[in-house]
């Protein structure tokens, strides 16, 4: 096959760049302008907002491999705009030049739109002597002697109105002489069972139940954000700062739509962002407004007058809604007059795109499929359908309709649009303004998060600070859980919350991956909320930066990260954002935290301005090291550390000399499930027992604990000095005996005790009697934790009558000791009894 007749054929289907459909393939492929689109094997490779690592492959490589070793059939499946055509087009040059796909001797390369409309019958080589018209006849039968060195190439094959499910198919055809119509021609071919062996690239949008053909698929992510970037420059390269104007204003206001990975939106975008800039003019904010720009600019191009561009518009409104409700694609000519295009059917070619002899017309993306729509409705006072009616008729087909509803219906936005087509009817815009405010109402009052997302996806296009403010601001301290939210929804979260002002909570609670872009969007709202839950949550590394600035001046004073890992250098980002906050609370268990951190949070915690009252880095293996180098913190006049909970921080007696010191603010201090033993405990019984000694409540459960040190904890009690008030022993197996010594700190006068926990100490029958003095004794006990002893029937009525004279007494939880249903009415006579 000559190969150079082949490159003449595909470089003469070169056309004229539009707004709308892009520059022609042949333009893309010989201009600077060509990035290469990414690939994925399959639809769950792609993240939560559709952005991937940029260590994907390119699309062009991925099909030149799969071909190169031997899969017959790639399948390329990805939205309008994606770049499907013109990675089809790149590879055949580039066969055609000998730089690829030389194991192919024929490649063949079909639109499949255009091949709809062929009637009649004809043979396999009759259809690619008429489609390939540089192709020498003779050359025919000898392709058909080698199919495997042939690659056919269908481009659109979701514009194929033929089935290709064989059981639906009368009989396919295998002899390449045999004359039929063309949709057994390339059902016999995608099946193979005409010219066996031959290979197969197919490009399609993704279609509803699409089966065939089977093959490697493909899925054709386009461009990602590196790649957009690239493309940008090289849009903009005459005038490097309109690229970097461009590129960050479009990240900033429509980077976060999935749309943007179209190469086919990169270059309207573009082209509409460089006619803005030259002009001097303001880019638009919004997704609306940048439609209202670009159907603003096709009309202006017919220079019809505003009843012939009303019309227009009308009619490619009814258009769109037949295709969102039928599914189609494409509408024929016959369809087309039938939604009044009538004489403008000849200058649709700036809207849609038209294919084949036939023709048949279709929207070049369905966000303008969508706008129209949107426009179409509010300018039309007399259809009877109302807003609601509209959007429950396309509800689950149409994305973006009441996006652009919203963004239509504020004046500002929708300005540029009334100079060519005049008012939008005011009566329609007014009842969905009615409309969007009660609704959005009742929706933030629900506690559904998906139909907050959408409604702030929507406030957001708005673009109307005082209406957010009064739609959002009564939802604002619902504390619903936004956890694992995409890119564009951390964006219309922030843009609400920001508008609100100072909020209570921002609950990320179970997000799977905060991306850096997402924690970069979401850091305006986490500055402005008091508490951000980000507990379960798995953060990015990018991330944390973000969220310490966000933290550093902003109004956060509590942050839960339980559950979350952050490396060594990520927790050393965040304590920078600690060191100038007014955090008061800091939630941190389970974060797997060394001692390698320690150093970081103690330098965090006197830095100064930190405000810090409450820390829980509870399961942790911090170990004593990690211990001690916090506790330089708490001796340092600038630690504000009021409570402290280290539970199973891997602690021992090494590290309790450096607890305390006369510096020391803890009221709180947690220490349960760390193996203290008697010789650390008894240094802390020390310490409790110095004068001006903090500490409140003090947790020392299953902390291996000895009689001794309950003697030394009573005395301490009774010391007078202690301020003492809760105390947690529970599950050090002491015995009756071991626990006595606390019952005469209850009953001594200088003990302050409200709350004891004893739960399993070995508590038998034989402690009742001590215990019931003591609580005659008329201290200040207010609950008792008696749970998981071996008290028996033979203590209840003492014990009950006990707690029923105390005054202090609210309290005392008998469950799950030996007591029988026998006492349980006995117990009922006192609503302090727990059983
Ligand atoms: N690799 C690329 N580099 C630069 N621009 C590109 C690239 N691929 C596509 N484009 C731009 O995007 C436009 C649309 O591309 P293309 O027609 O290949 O998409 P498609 O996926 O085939 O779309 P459809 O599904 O509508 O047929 C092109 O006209 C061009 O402007």
Redesign the pocket.
């Known amino acids: 096959m000559d190969k150079d007749s082949m490159l003449t054929h595909i470089l003469q289907s070169e056309g004229p760049a539009s707004l709308l459909?892009?520059?022609?393939?042949v333009t893309?492929i010989n201009g600077s302008?060509?990035?290469?689109?990414l690939t994925s094997g399959g639809p769950e490779a792609r993240g939560p907002d559709g952005e991937a690592d940029s260590g994907r492959p390119s699309l062009d490589s991925a099909i030149r491999t799969a071909l190169s070793e031997g899969t017959k059939t790639v399948v390329l499946e990805?939205p309008?705009?994606?770049?499907?055509?013109?990675?089809l087009q790149r590879l055949v040059v580039g066969w055609a030049r000998g730089r690829n796909l030389q194991n192919f001797s024929f490649v063949f390369h079909f639109g499949l739109g255009r091949l709809n409309s062929l009637g009649g019958a004809l043979s396999l080589e009759a259809l690619m002597l008429r489609h390939h018209g540089h192709l020498l006849p003779g050359s025919v039968p000898q392709l058909l002697q080698d199919p495997e060195g042939v690659l056919f190439v269908f481009d659109?094959l979701d514009q194929w109105r033929h089935s290709l499910d064989p059981s639906a198919l009368p009989h396919l055809c295998s002899d390449p002489g045999e004359e039929a119509p063309v949709s057994r021609l390339v059902a016999g071919l995608l099946h193979g069972s005409l010219l066996r062996g031959a290979s197969f690239l197919v490009?399609t949008?993704p279609a509803e139940g699409q089966k065939f053909p089977s093959g490697a698929r493909l899925q054709?992510l386009g461009f990602l954000k590196p790649q957009r970037e690239a493309?940008m420059e090289g849009f903009f390269s005459a005038d490097p700062a309109a690229a970097t104007t461009a590129r960050r204003h479009m990240e900033s206001t429509l980077g976060f739509y999935d749309i943007c990975t179209s190469?086919?939106f990169c270059?309207t975008v573009c082209s509409v962002y460089k006619s803005l800039m030259d002009a001097g003019a303001k880019l638009p904010e919004t997704l609306t407004q940048l439609y209202v720009e670009i159907l603003a600019r096709l009309i202006q191009s017919l220079q019809l007058n505003e009843a012939r561009s009303r019309a227009l518009v009308s009619a490619l409104g009814k258009m769109a809604s037949h295709c969102l409700l039928h599914q189609h694609s494409s509408c024929t000519k016959e369809e087309m007059d039938s939604f009044g295009f009538g004489q403008d059917l000849a200058s649709v070619g700036v809207f849609l795109r038209v294919d084949g002899d036939g023709p048949v017309f279709s929207f070049?993306s369905q966000p303008m499929l969508e706008f129209n729509l949107a426009t179409s409705f509010l300018l039309d006072a007399s259809a009877a359908e109302g807003v609601e009616e509209l959007l429950e008729r396309h509800r689950g087909r149409a994305d973006f309709l009441d996006v652009f509803l919203t963004g239509l219906s504020e004046p500002a936005q929708r300005r540029p649009l009334e100079a060519p087509l005049g008012e939008l009817d005011p009566g329609r815009v007014a009842d969905f303004a009615r409309w969007f405010r009660s609704s959005s109402e009742a929706t933030l009052k629900g506690r559904h998060k998906d139909q907050h997302r959408r409604r702030f996806h929507l406030l957001l296009q708005t673009q109307n600070e005082s209406l957010v403010k009064e739609v959002a601001a009564a939802s604002a301290q619902t504390g619903i859980g936004y956890g694992d939210p995409t890119l564009r929804d951390c964006v219309a979260l922030n843009y609400v919350f920001s508008c609100i002002g100072e909020m209570e909570l921002l609950n990320l609670y179970r997000t799977r991956d905060l991306t850096e872009e997402q924690a970069k969007a979401l850091a305006p709202a986490m500055s402005l909320c008091r508490k951000i839950n980000l507990s379960d949550s798995s953060l990015s590394p990018g991330a944390v930066p973000h969220l310490a600035s966000a933290l550093s001046g902003g109004l956060t004073e509590e942050l839960d990260l339980s559950h979350v890992r952050l490396g060594e250098e990520e927790f050393r980002r965040l304590c920078e954002g600690l060191r100038n906050c007014k955090l008061r609370v800091l939630k941190l268990l389970a974060c797997e935290l060394t001692e390698a951190v320690c150093g970081d949070l103690a330098s965090a915690l006197t830095s100064g301005a930190a405000q810090l009252r409450e820390m829980d880095v509870r399961f942790n293996p911090i170990g004593d090291r990690g211990f001690v180098k916090l506790c330089k913190a708490l001796q340092s006049p600038l630690c504000r550390l009021q409570e402290l909970k280290l539970q199973k921080c891997e602690l021992t007696a090494a590290s309790m000399e450096a607890l305390m010191s006369d510096r020391c603010l803890l009221t709180e201090l947690d220490l349960s499930l760390n193996n203290l033993g008697q010789e650390g405990a008894l240094l802390l019984c020390h310490a409790l027992r110095r004068p001006g000694c903090p500490i409140e409540k003090l947790s020392l459960s299953r902390c291996e604990l000895t009689p001794p040190v309950f003697r030394e904890l009573s005395s301490a009690l009774r010391g007078g000095t202690s301020r003492l008030k809760s105390l947690v022993v529970g599950l050090n197996a002491v015995g009756d005996e071991g626990v006595k010594p606390l019952w005469e700190a209850v009953a001594h006068p200088n003990c302050v005790h409200e709350d004891l926990d004893v739960e399993m100490t070995g508590l038998t029958d034989e402690c009742a009697r001590d215990l019931c003095a003591a609580l005659r004794a008329g201290g200040a006990l207010r609950s008792l934790e008696l749970r998981n002893n071996s008290l028996t029937d033979a203590s209840v009525p003492a014990l009950v009558r006990a707690a029923q004279d105390s005054d202090s007494m609210q309290e005392m939880n008998l469950q799950y000791n030996d007591i029988s249903e026998d006492v349980f009415d006995v117990m009922d006579e006192c609503g302090k009894i727990r059983y």
Request: glycine residues 18%.
């Open positions: 459909g892009g520059q022609s393939p893309v302008q060509h990035i290469s689109p990805g309008d705009g994606s770049g499907k055509t013109t990675a659109d490009a949008r054709v493309y190469p086919r270059w070049h």
